[in-house]
């Protein structure tokens, strides 16, 4: 078996939240497979690569199911190293075929390519609306104005929830989703209790949604989802469907205004914007490193041997979506190359189910955004940006901006 030494990536935390990109091409120079420290979680395996990750991605004995993890991963996560699965439930990407494959169809069905074309004008008419409120000093938080309300919006209509608490929920979601080594079992707890609430009124009173739609959802077998699984898909779909959203904005608004040429070309041929939106998921695409993946059993990758046990393994989707072996020059940002094939929606049977939703919202907000203010800036030195901690999402909390 191949020795794999340990990288110690608290070295790195500062420059490494900044500007990853150069310590994941010396890393993957290295070999597609490393140990890594991670500030917040401590010893981990890492995939680098395009290849290697989308065949970690991809590889049946790399686990999604929370019980092969280690207790110190349980620990680390829920608090609590003999649960079964966190206090908001277990959703898809914490499951394996075959219940994966059976909550997956049941949101298909729901959640209709049909269903998410038709949003086009409502997703229209929200982006003009948060425009149209922009304060009249030409000042404003991008993040607070339009990348944050839209998508909780869409997916709140979506889900037909009208009564969220989008701050609350934002603060829970932030934790929960993307946790930077303090408690979270507070915030899982609280949400978890939350959402039982929702599941419970939405059950009481069917409606004409996506809510809706899954309560009465049924597979080939005659079975829907249970309360507790409705619960846990709630908390993917509202979470996963706003806070990657969000960043696609945000990082493409920043991208497009650091990037003047790239900005001007857009702007002189709004065609380019679906091919833009995909080079910012490439470029800078929200998520880092894929959810954690655990080995049972000893797993291969890329001719090296990941011990079994529960060994926790991240995917870094940054590093795939930068390799110059796929992409050319992979840290320019050129909105009109060939960015097809990126990792940022993952790859192999998580595949993103929202990807179709994220890109819609994405054209529209930029496009209009753009087209509404020709003057637009970055109102912040882009080195004075804070960008957020943890090792899953890249972006954040905040952009100021001029226009
Ligand atoms: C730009 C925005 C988005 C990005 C970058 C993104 C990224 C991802 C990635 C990387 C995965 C796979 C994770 C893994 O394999 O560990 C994933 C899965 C998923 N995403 Fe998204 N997502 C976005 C928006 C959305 C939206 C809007 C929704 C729903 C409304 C959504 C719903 C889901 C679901 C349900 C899964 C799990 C699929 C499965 O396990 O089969 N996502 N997403």
């Not at 990750?53 to 609590?80: E, M, V």
């Not at 940002?333 to 990126?342: E, L, Q, T, V």
Request: with cysteine.
């Amino acid at each position: 078996m191949t020795t794999i030494d340990v990288v110690d990536l608290r070295e790195h935390s500062a420059d490494f939240l900044v500007d990853p990109y150069p310590f994941l091409h010396e890393l993957r120079a290295g070999g597609p497979v490393h140990r890594v420290i991670l500030p917040e979680f401590g010893e981990t395996w890492v995939v680098v690569g395009y290849a290697a990750a989308k065949a970690a991605l991809s590889h049946p004995g790399l686990t999604k199911d929370w019980r092969t993890a280690t207790p110190r991963w349980r620990t680390w996560f829920a608090g609590d190293a003999d649960a079964e699965s966190p206090s908001f439930g277990k959703h898809m990407l914490m499951t394996d075929p075959p219940d994966h494959t059976r909550l997956r169809k049941l949101v298909a069905k729901a959640f209709t390519p049909q269903r998410i074309a038709a949003l086009t004008s409502r997703i229209e008419e929200i982006t003009d609306s948060l425009l149209d409120d922009f304060p009249a000093d030409g000042h404003v938080d991008l993040v607070d104005a339009l990348a944050f309300p839209l998508p909780i919006s869409v997916i709140c209509e979506v889900f037909g929830v009208d009564s969220l608490d989008r701050d609350k929920f934002r603060e829970w979601t932030n934790k929960v989703v993307n946790p930077v080594g303090e408690d979270i079992s507070t915030a899982a707890r609280e949400l978890g209790d939350y959402l039982n609430d929702l599941v419970e009124s939405k059950r009481n009173r069917p409606t004409d949604d996506l809510f809706g739609a899954l309560i009465g959802a049924t597979d080939d077998a005659g079975g829907g989802l249970s309360a507790s699984e409705l619960r846990a898909m709630a908390f993917l779909l509202l979470g996963a469907g706003h806070e990657t959203t969000l960043t696609l904005i945000a990082n493409g608004v920043f991208a497009l205004l650091s990037h003047p040429d790239q900005l001007a070309a857009l702007r002189a041929d709004y065609t380019l914007i679906d091919n833009a939106v995909e080079e910012i998921l490439r470029y800078e695409g929200p998520i880092k490193n894929a959810t954690w993946r655990f080995a049972g059993d000893p797993v291969e990758i890329a001719g090296v041997t990941i011990p079994g046990g529960g060994t926790e393994v991240l995917v870094a989707l940054a590093s795939g979506s930068h390799d110059p072996s796929r992409y050319p020059e992979p840290d320019n940002f050129d909105i009109r190359r060939d960015a097809g094939g990126h990792l940022a929606f993952g790859h192999g049977i998580h595949f993103c189910q929202g990807a179709a939703l994220a890109r819609l919202e994405g054209r529209i907000a930029l496009r209009k955004l753009f087209e509404r203010f020709p003057d637009i800036a970055l109102d912040i030195l882009p080195e004075k940006l804070a960008w957020r901690p943890g090792y899953l999402m890249r972006g954040f909390d905040r952009l100021p901006i001029r226009f």
